[in-house]
């Protein structure tokens, strides 16, 4: 078995930072991509940023020079630097990961329980 807890999240004002990290345990033989995704009330899940295994990023346009996404391989943790946060950033941020549990297993999507982000105004 795999999970993946999420924490860092909680209440900040706009202009505000947090630093969310995903920490994968279990039955691990390799972790491919990470990534976090958001759900704001109301909405579709979308995704925020992604990292590959050699640490190649890619991150939505509504992001991209606020949030950072890096990883520590050696911890199967993947993080997210959210700095400049708006009240529209307000979601449930959820942790992905794809991860063989063995040499000979295909890979499969896991997903973290989420953690919640509120920016106020």
């Known amino acids: 078995q795999v999970q993946l807890v999420e924490s860092g999240g909680g209440l900040v004002q706009a202009g505000g930072s947090l630093r969310l990290s995903c920490v994968a345990s279990?039955?691990?033989?390799?972790?491919?991509?990470m990534a976090w995704f958001r759900q704001a009330p109301g909405k579709e899940r979308e995704l925020v940023a992604r990292?590959?295994?050699?640490?190649?990023?890619y991150y939505a346009d509504s992001v991209k020079g606020r949030f950072t996404i890096s990883r520590d391989n050696a911890k199967n943790t993947v993080y997210l630097q959210m700095n400049d946060l708006k009240p529209e950033d307000t979601a449930v941020y959820y942790c992905?990961?794809?991860?063989?549990?063995?040499?000979?297993?295909?890979?499969?999507?896991?997903w973290g329980q989420g953690t919640q982000v509120t920016v106020s105004s």
């Open positions: 279990g039955s691990i033989f390799s972790v491919n991509t």
């Open positions: 990292i590959s295994s050699i640490s190649s990023t």
């Open positions: 992905n990961a794809d991860i063989k549990s063995s040499r000979f297993s295909s890979p499969k999507i896991y």
